[in-house]
């Protein structure tokens, strides 16, 4: 299995700001993704985020709204640009292991909430 | 195209009751087909996955699920439920690196 860690684990922003979440992972791996899951709501992906490259967006989702970047094969970041109250909702990343085919595992989540 | 039915939204039962969590999928191919468990509060669990062969798949905190390709479906049981089993229930099933979830099913337990 792997670690992962978020953060900030919540945060309360003001509409036409940006926030920026982190993705820790305590082992490399080769797949890293970014969920949002939107109040009541399931999981939607966002993006594939690809190391040394631009992430993969799911139909929906635009760089230039949620840019990504994955600097190694252990950490990545999601920003959520100019929020509005839309944007309220859960970020999860979560990451393949080469190990577990088709098996994904999920940090904590990111609660946030734009006012 | 791949998509994940999760029939009921809501389910209550009496703890130590049996459970059956319903999921219908819909998929090109052979499957591989997961249970998520999200607690409040808390991020994603892995229960269990089938991939292949047997079809009873056996998973964690006393949890199964059996693979029925005739009936496209893979349903979460567990004989006798717990209070810390109230939590949110995704069937998801995977392709090409993505994962499909189902809408969730939210547990409630009562005592």
């Known amino acids: 299995s792997a670690v992962i860690s978020q953060k900030p684990s919540r945060d309360i922003c003001q509409r036409g700001t940006s926030l920026t979440i982190q993705c820790q992972v305590d082992?490399?791996?080769?797949?890293m993704f970014w969920y949002r899951q939107q109040p009541g709501q399931s999981l939607t992906l966002i993006a594939t985020a690809n190391q040394g490259s631009e992430a993969t967006y799911e139909s929906g989702f635009v760089i230039d709204k949620f840019p990504i970047s994955r600097p190694n094969l252990t950490f990545s970041t999601l920003t959520v640009s100019n929020m509005s109250p839309e944007d309220s909702s859960i970020y999860l990343c979560?990451?393949?292991?080469?190990?577990?085919?088709?098996?994904?595992?999920f940090g904590p989540g990111t609660r946030l909430t734009v006012l | 195209a791949q998509s994940v039915t999760q029939p009921d939204i809501h389910i209550t039962v009496s703890e130590g009751a049996s459970l059956e969590l319903r999921c219908n999928y819909s998929y090109g191919a052979t499957p591989y087909l997961f249970w998520y468990v999200q607690s409040p509060g808390q991020g994603l669990q892995l229960l269990l996955k089938y991939f292949s062969g047997d079809t009873l798949v056996q998973g964690i905190k006393g949890f199964e699920a059996e693979f029925k390709r005739s009936q496209s479906s893979f349903n979460l049981r567990k004989p006798s439920v717990h209070w810390s089993d109230a939590a949110e229930y995704f069937c998801v099933l995977t392709g090409a690196n993505n994962l499909f979830f189902g809408t969730g099913t939210r547990l409630t337990v009562i005592p």
């Open positions: 082992s490399q791996v080769t797949m």
């Open positions: 979560s990451v393949e292991l080469a190990s577990s085919y088709n098996e994904q595992f």
